[in-house]
Every structure is written in C-alpha cells, then in structure tokens.
C-alpha cells in the first residue's frame, strides 16, 4: 500500500506526529522487519550449521553469521548507533530502491525497524533464560549455592581491581574512566555461556550448575557496580542510597521468587488445567515470565534475571514437562535474532592494526583481554568442597562478557566517559571473550573424565 | 538500568537522534512493550475462556476483551492514532509514575512501544494466515476455484455499488468520499473468519473452502478498489497503468505461489532433512512464509496473502505434519496479539447517541451497516452447481470486514477524504460486521444438516 501513502501524502493536514507517520510508513516497516528477520534466520541457520559441520556449538556459528551480516562486514543488519544511518543499511537501499522512498522516510523506517528487531533479539534472550530456568534444577543449584556465590565474588573483584589499577598505572588513564572499564570486565553473558553449556549437554553438571548460578550472581553484582560507577560519573561521589537499595532489591527479588516457588506451583498447575481453549499452557506460562521481567526491569535490574526465575519456578510445577516442549518452537524463532544481532553490533573493523589510530587502543585492548581472561580463570580454584570437579571447566565458562559487557561498552560511549580506544579496547574484550570461551569451554569439558550424566539431554540439545 | 540513563542523560552531547534515544530509552521501551504484552495476553485468555464457557467462538472474546482494554474502555491498550497521546495511556501513565519520566520521554517510549506492538500484531496475523494456509487443502481450494471467483467478484461489487450509489443518492455525500467509503465495503477478512472457522471445524468443508478462497479473493480485489480510489481523490482521474499493474501482479502472484508449490516441495523437505540444528524446521518454513510475506507487500498487495500462499505451498509437503505441531505455540503467543488490538483500535464510543454529533453519522452507519450485510449475503445464492450446499453459512461467512476495513477507515481518515461521520461509520460497520459474523456464522452452520466431516480437526481447533 505504498504507492497509496505516497500518492495521499500531499493531502495530509500538518502532520499529528505518529499518527501519521504510522499510517504511511506502517507496510514499510513492516517490510524492513520482514526483511531482517529473513537476513537474521538465514544467518543463523548457515552458520549454525556450519559450525555443527566443524564440530563448534552453533551458537558461535550464529554469532560469527551475525558478524558477517553485520556493522563489520555486509551492512544488512545494522543499527542506529555510533552515527550509523539509513543509507549505511543494506537492506533500507534495497526498500528504498523498490518503493523509491525519501531519504527522509527511510530515516523513519530504519529508525522503528531498528527498535522493533532490538526489542524482539530482548524478547529473545528473556524467552532463552526463561528456558534456561525451567531447565535448570533449583534443587541442585541450591546445593552449588556457597560455591556460585564465592566464583562469582571472586569474579567481579578481581577483573575489576585489575583492571582498573593497571588501567591507571601502566596507561595512565583517569580514574573514572579506568573505573568504568573496570567495571565492564565484571559481568559474565549468562546467555552465551548457557547456550554452549546445554549445547555440550553440561547444564545440569555440577560445573555447569556453579557456572549458572554464579553468572546470574555476577550479572547482579556487574549491574551494582555499574550503577556505582555511574553515579561516581555524574557527582564525583557514591550514592550510598541507590547503591542499597540496589543490593537489597536483588536479593529479595532473587529469594522472592524461590520461595514464590513453592507456593505458585500448585496455584499455576491449577489454573492451567482449568483452561480449555489454545494456549492453555504457553499464554499463562508467558504472562509470568512477562511479568517477572518487568518486575526484574523495574526494580532496575534486568529483564532477564527475572525471566530465568520465572523459569526456576515453573521448572518445579507439573506442567514443566509439556512446558519444555511447547517453548522450544518460541525459543528457536526468538532465540536466534538475539545472537544474530548481537554479532551484527559488534563492529570487529576496529581491530584492524593497519589502521594508525587503533593501535593505542589495541594495546589496552590486549591488556584488557589478559586481564578478562585471566581474573574469570582464576575462579575455578576458589571452588572448594568438591572434589575432582573441573576448576578450569568453571574458569573458562566465566570468561564470556557478551551482551552485558556491550550494554558497558553502549552506555560508556554514549555518556562520553569513555575515549575512543578505551572503548574500542572494551569492545575488542567482548568480542574475543565471547568468541574464545566456547571451543575452550568444549575443549576444557571434553577433557573431564568424568562421564557425562546428562547424555540424553545431551543428545536432545545438540541436535 | 533507567536510573542510568537517566543520570547520565546531562552528560549527552546533543543527541545524535537515534543512538541516544535508543540507550535512554532501551530499557524503557522493553518495560512499555512487556507491560503491553501481560495485559493483551491476560485479556485474550480471559475473553477467550469466558466466550468458550458461553458457547461462542474463542475469537469474539478475544475481541470484545481487546475493545474492554483499549481506547473505548480501560485505556490500557491505545495506540497514537486519532490524536490520542502517551498521558492517554494507563500503561505510560503507570511507567511514568515508577520512573517518574519527562513527559517528553513518555512520548517518544509510547511511540516506540505502539509500533513494536503494531509490529508484532502483523506478524500475527502474518503466522495466522500462515497457519491457516497450512491447514487449507490446495486441491480442494482448486475445485471450488470457480464458485469462490464468482462469490468475491459479487460480494466486491454488490457492496461498492449500492454503497457508493447510497451514500450520494441518500445522503447527499460527494462523489470521492462516497466512492472511497464504497470501496471499504468490499474487502472480507479473512483472519476473523478463517479462525471462526477453524474453530467450528468448518474450514476443510466446501462452504469453508469457498469462503476462504473468496475471501483471499475479494481481499486482492479490495485492494485493487482501494488503489483505484485512492488514485482518484489524489488526480481526479483513474490511473489505468498502476490499475493493470496490480491487476496482473496479483494474479502472477497467487497462481505463481500455486505452481511453485509443485517444484518447491521437494527442495524444501530436503533442505530439512540435511539440517541438524535446533529449529531445523520451523527456521526454514518461517524465512519461506516471511520471503512471500516480503513479496507479497512488496508488490503492493498484503504480506498475509504471502503467508498465506506460503503456507498453502508447505502444507503440500512431507514435513506437513511436524510444522503443523510446531507452528502452534508460536501462533498461540503471537495471533492473540493481532485480535485483542483489533478490538482495542475500535472505538465503540462513537456508537453513543447520546452524543448529538453521532447521529449524523450513526444514520449514515446503519445504512452501511446494512449495505455491508446485504451485500454480502446475496453471494450465497449465486454459487452455482452445488446442490445442497449452505448458501446462508457462505453469505454470513463473507461478512467481516475486520482489520481490512480498519485500514481503509485509517487511511480514508489520514487523508482528509473522509468527513468525520463518514469515517464514524465505516468504523462501526467494520466493528459490527466483524462482532455479528461470528456468531451468526455459528448458527448458520449450527442448521446444517451434512455430517461434520472435520471432527477431529474441530475437537483439536476448538480446545
């Protein structure tokens, strides 16, 4: 219905802002969201498939599809940031091209297109840790629960400090920036690293389970201190208000929903099974994953933290085992336009070391890395109590910063605390932590002689 | 993370439009867009459990719960159209308060938010068209080919004539707006009626089969009207070029998707068969039914006849079977989406004649309304060479207008062609066609006498 806005556009009174924007622009954006979704689910099926065929796990295959079709490499699935536009964008050309668009429509189009993939690859990862929750054993995790709590102190504290002093010691950089990129080598990416750990079958392991349990820990602990350093950036001073509140504000929504646990089950069971009409299972099981993560959101945590704990519940009812099968199509529809995209954000021309100007931040950029590396390692010998269990396995699985450390690596460059190559060295971390930990991660637990409890599962996943 | 964003909003530098919207906003927009999501599921499964429990299609309480939540009652699911704005809005006014926004950042979040909600509603009924398309049989379509021909073409122009001829005769109206308000009469939708169908288990049966293909029909030549009167209020003058072009392209289009449908077959089972990721089907059949759904707006027809073409071609498939089983929740999360904000863009306050300024319009809105009805019906009688068949059923069955209807009013209403009664009533005769055909569709089919030949489909659909 193009040609009709087009044509109707001169009579339109003086535009009522959406209104009409909507009416013109709507099929086209429509069409820009279609066109990217066809880009995203090609992407991930190639290069999941192809790195099944060299024995990778699939989702580096997608992340790696996504940096192909993305910012890096084709411009098919790009976004509005770092002074991106429209005509930066593959596929606007292609829908400007074919509905001989205004470049100031297209601007329009990329602009919601944009948004609309953004919050769809949010659904996604909200759908793959409410997933994850119901997958993972609440029992079992509360047994790793001193140990997950203790690889992930360790874990925020020890890439933070040294990252931060030797930001400051050996680059000279200021505090509050070194502070900040302290901060962004804290949160390890429970989605990616879950997604490897179901992939290798390794979920419900006991490594598999600290490693969880310490990322969501972690992720918590890495928002905190986001938080602290940001009020750090605007009033030279700790909010010491903000800062509790915070703390207490995770904590209770986390034990909150483990004693909701125990008393929703029977509640949830009760009202599924008096539904007769479609969706009996899945609209009730997502209307309190939904809500979950808008507490999570609204409390100023994540949206996803609250999606695994509504997963975490569910697990427990005894609608899980029908539950597990009807997520699975939602999962593989929504999953897979979060790693795609986050491949595409990331812009890996920034390590090109031709290029005078990205050797400063290379520089950091490898000590950062060391750094990311070295300070989530080190964790898998703070596990005590169990013994024989794979220090390096839970070491490795730590490593992968993923979409958290981009949320650092976003908000520190739009704010202006960051210069270019510290944020560009933040960027080059994501990127390498993400890409290396899961053949290490494989590599790591195919070396376990431990045998492997979960082959069916594995099985299931893997395929 | 809003409180961040909000922090560090005085150090932004002037904002590079989208990068900074987007990292202010982000999460904002995600709490918007998951608020939104809770209460249109919530709805949908409480209007739909409610219809069951009082014999009526599941969609109608859908609908009516959509109307309950949107514009015309609780202001919770509104979208910026008619000059309503964000403070309108329950939800915003709720983010607003736990956020305490600018009212400037409410703005923008509230258009962000309708659009992903708009956006994920055509996908809706983008996967419904899909899924129906997959449950329609090609070849049975093919054989009542003739009888849907002749069904669409009169309930086509049946309604535009006596409406147009009406409205300029009766009431006075000028030619343009009488026309464009005709054509609006025309277009039947095929999503209300496909899913009352399938939930009467009538959508395999002759008279289904004709309704829907008169509908796919009559929705292209509704189209074509729409073009045609569009290109008259824009020059005065029919534009024979672009009325050909479309003529030819949907044709080309529909009976490609058919022929296609011989050769694609094959390649598609095969490219399932070789894959051996997670989502090893749905992945392809969704870039398949999004390619046609691409196409087919990209040709200036509707993305659903893709999805629908699409999903004709799959259902002549091997992989027919597991797709259908797959296909489910995925619908079941995203179609509910479509139907409760049909019914929440609905405005039902316009009905009120207490208001003096709707009586013009409501006198105006019976005549369409029966125009709209008769006009239909009459298509009923003029199947010919099916002894025995149930004229009544395929009459009421094209009556809906729906979503289709509601695109013309938002344009007509856009352009300034229409004067605010006229635009009244062609709302309510899109409200009360799409809210009276269910039920009558139900009756009509509850006194036929031929055996249901569907009833497994039907237990299945129904529950």
Request: proline share 5%.
């Amino acid at each position: 219905m193009t040609f009709l806005s087009n044509s109707l556009t001169p009579l339109f009174s003086p535009p009522p802002l959406l209104a009409t924007t909507e009416a013109e622009n709507g099929p086209l954006i429509l069409s820009g969201v279609l066109l990217s979704l066809i880009v995203i689910y090609l992407a991930s099926k190639l290069g999941a498939e192809a790195a099944k065929r060299f024995d990778f796990p699939p989702v580096l295959g997608e992340l790696l599809a996504g940096v192909l079709v993305g910012v890096s490499a084709l411009h098919l699935i790009i976004f509005p940031e770092g002074g991106l536009e429209a005509s930066d964008s593959l596929l606007m050309t292609v829908l400007q091209f074919l509905n001989g668009l205004s470049p100031e429509s297209v601007s329009t189009i990329f602009a919601s297109q944009s948004e609309v993939i953004s919050v769809l690859a949010e659904i996604g990862v909200i759908v793959l840790l409410f997933e994850i929750g119901l997958e993972s054993d609440l029992r079992q995790l509360k047994e790793v629960g001193v140990q997950a709590v203790v690889v992930a102190c360790v874990g925020v504290a020890v890439p933070f400090a040294a990252g931060t002093l030797g930001l400051m010691a050996i680059f000279h950089v200021a505090a509050i920036p070194a502070i900040f990129a302290g901060a962004a080598l804290t949160a390890t990416s429970i989605g990616i690293t879950s997604k490897v750990l179901s992939e290798l079958g390794q979920l419900k392991s006991k490594e598999g389970q600290i490693i969880v349990g310490a990322a969501v820990i972690d992720d918590v602990l890495g928002i905190i201190v986001l938080a602290v350093v940001a009020s750090l950036a605007k009033t030279g001073e700790i909010d010491a208000v903000n800062v509790l509140y915070l703390i207490l504000g995770a904590t209770a929504f986390l034990i909150g929903a483990i004693v909701l646990g125990g008393v929703f089950n029977k509640t949830f069971v009760a009202i599924v099974e008096k539904l007769e009409t479609r969706g009996n299972i899945i609209i009730p099981a997502f209307i309190f994953a939904f809500i979950m993560a808008f507490i999570g959101n609204a409390i100023h945590l994540e949206a996803i933290l609250g999606a695994f704990a509504a997963g975490l519940v569910l697990d427990e009812t005894d609608a899980r085992q029908e539950l597990d099968e009807l997520i699975k199509p939602v999962a593989d529809i929504l999953v897979p336009i979060f790693f795609v995209t986050v491949g595409a954000r990331a812009d890996l021309r920034v390590l090109n070391p031709m290029v005078p100007e990205n050797r400063a931040g290379l520089l950091i950029a490898v000590f950062l890395v060391l750094v990311a590396i070295a300070g989530k390692l080190v964790t898998g010998w703070t596990v005590f109590g169990q013994p024989g269990i794979n220090r390096a396995a839970i070491g490795v699985g730590m490593i992968p910063r993923g979409e958290v450390g981009l949320v650092f690596a976003g908000i520190g460059s739009a704010s202006g605390i960051l210069s270019k190559p510290l944020e560009v060295s933040i960027i080059i971390m994501v990127i390498l932590t993400t890409f290396l930990a899961p053949p290490f991660l494989r590599i790591t637990f195919g070396n376990t002689d431990t045998p492997d409890a979960n082959s069916e599962l594995k099985k299931e996943l893997v395929s």
